[in-house]
């Protein structure tokens, strides 16, 4: 399993840092109420984000899909997100058809994850600038997502039993997502693939953490029984699976990761009225902010544990900020403001 830590690592990385830097490249972002964590995030990604593309000449799944889908959510929240920092992946999202092309070193590049992660940050970048303009890209990006579906109905990320990773995602998670970009575009022939990845998803029985809250965000808000009976179980499933922490690990009893704690806290958050997810969440989430390094970053989750990767720690913040959008904020009172629809 290291080595594919090693390959992952080297995606357009001879010469990153190990240590991610933090200088001032970027305006400087001041506070909202109550979510501090979030503020000191937004920087460390936007510099990141600047660093990479001055530094290196390609548009890497981890900076140009999860940092820039994140950034973009921020900005959808009110949150201050310089443009400057957001245009090159603004214009890279809107031509799908460089993807392929301008993703990252050729050996270690996959095309069929680029495309999910890609058009998970052109879903975001379009809902922050809410014009038809992106219609055409949103449908085009649909498409070359649609084209790596298996005729079973899933996206295959991972093969040999390989958990996700913050990058990986993994099959479930990736066929969640992959599943939400067909749903939102505009052709006649996503529905039946659509209903092969919905029937995909009521055969799974995971127990993996990211799987478990893979499914329930895959499963969204379907009524038909067997998506019930699979959405109770990977409820009950990760609730259980909660440390004492608040964290969650790789599977229940595995010590903590940031980026398992982030998806769950994601995929509990979509269950509204429920108390006990809604209590998993708040506990989740002082997890994530008392983990957070002054930076502004998350130590990164790697499989297996414990290894150094710098783009597994801009994966993690990415989810991990996530997480803290995806939740209510606090006021300086201490009231619930509930966040905006994601």
């Not at 001032?24 to 972002?29: H, L, N, S, T, Y």
């Amino acid at each position: 399993m290291r080595s594919i830590v090693i390959i992952l690592v080297s995606t357009c990385l001879s010469a990153a840092p190990l240590r991610a830097r933090c200088q001032e490249v970027v305006p400087a972002i001041s506070a909202r109420p109550g979510q501090p964590a979030v503020t000191r995030a937004v920087k460390y990604l936007s510099q990141e984000l600047v660093r990479w593309r001055s530094e290196k000449s390609c548009h890497s799944c981890h900076h140009f899909g999860d940092a820039a889908r994140v950034l973009y959510l921020a900005k959808r929240r009110g949150y201050p997100v310089d443009n400057a920092v957001l245009e090159p992946s603004l214009r890279m999202l809107r031509e799908p058809s460089r993807w392929e092309t301008d993703a990252g070193d050729e050996p270690f590049q996959d095309h069929r994850l680029s495309a999910i992660q890609y058009s998970s940050a052109l879903r975001q970048a379009a809902q922050a600038k809410a014009d038809e303009a992106w219609d055409l890209p949103r449908n085009t990006a649909a498409r070359l997502v649609a084209s790596h579906q298996q005729t079973n109905g899933l996206w295959k990320i991972s093969a040999g039993g390989l958990v996700g990773s913050p990058i990986t995602y993994g099959n479930i998670l990736a066929t969640a997502i992959a599943r939400q970009v067909l749903r939102e575009a505009d052709d006649e022939r996503f529905p039946s693939r659509i209903a092969a990845a919905d029937r995909w998803l009521r055969e799974q029985q995971p127990h993996a953490v990211v799987d478990l809250a893979g499914l329930i965000l895959g499963l969204d808000s379907a009524t038909d029984e067997a998506a019930q009976r699979q959405r109770e179980r990977a409820r009950r499933l990760l609730i259980k699976a909660q440390q004492a922490d608040g964290g969650w690990g790789m599977f229940a009893n595995h010590p903590a990761e940031v980026f398992d704690t982030a998806i769950a806290v994601i995929a509990l958050s979509s269950l509204t009225g429920d108390a006990e997810a809604s209590t998993g969440v708040d506990r989740g989430q002082r997890y994530l902010r008392a983990n957070q390094l002054p930076e502004g970053c998350w130590p990164e989750t790697t499989r297996p544990a414990g290894s150094e990767s710098y783009a597994h720690r801009v994966s993690t913040t990415a989810w991990a900020l996530q997480a803290l959008l995806m939740t209510p904020e606090r006021d300086q009172g201490g009231q619930l403001r509930e966040p905006s629809s994601p």
